[in-house]
């Protein structure tokens, strides 16, 4: 599975942004698609995953109630909606895709990396 994400870019506060992760290749219906963000100097952070076939999304802490997660299976893409993003949402994002029934907000349950894009926030 090859994975690319897009849609970074750079915003001021309170702005919002659509990322978009394009997947290609083979995968079942237990894969588990979910985007981590990575802030300059600071380890990598769940953000919110989505199950393909269910379409059913988990989220994390650290941008509850600001994002919403969903997938198009016709396009084979999933999208990551932010919303009030604000400076300490700058980061690199990036979307992961592999099989798991559990632990979704794992990093290490997942085995295919996208390129991440890069939010920025400022005034």
């Known amino acids: 599975v090859q994975l690319q994400a897009s849609g970074g870019g750079s915003v001021q506060p309170g702005d919002s942004l659509r990322l978009s992760c394009l997947m290609s290749?083979?995968?079942?219906?237990?894969?588990?698609m979910g985007w981590f963000r990575q802030a300059p100097g600071k380890e990598r952070e769940f953000v919110a995953a989505?199950?393909?076939?269910?379409?059913?999304?988990y989220y994390g802490d650290s941008m509850k109630g600001r994002c919403t997660i969903a997938a198009d299976n016709a396009k084979n893409t999933v999208y990551l909606n932010l919303y009030k993003l604000g400076p300490d949402d700058t980061a690199v994002y990036y979307c992961?895709?592999?099989?798991?029934?559990?632990?979704?907000?794992?990093?290490?349950?997942?085995?295919?990396w996208g390129q991440g894009t890069l939010v920025t926030v400022s005034s």
């Open positions: 290749g083979r995968t079942s219906s237990s894969y588990v």
């Open positions: 992961a895709g592999g099989m798991m029934d559990y632990g979704l907000d794992d990093l290490n349950k997942y085995d295919s």
């Open positions: 989505i199950r393909w076939s269910h379409n059913s999304p």
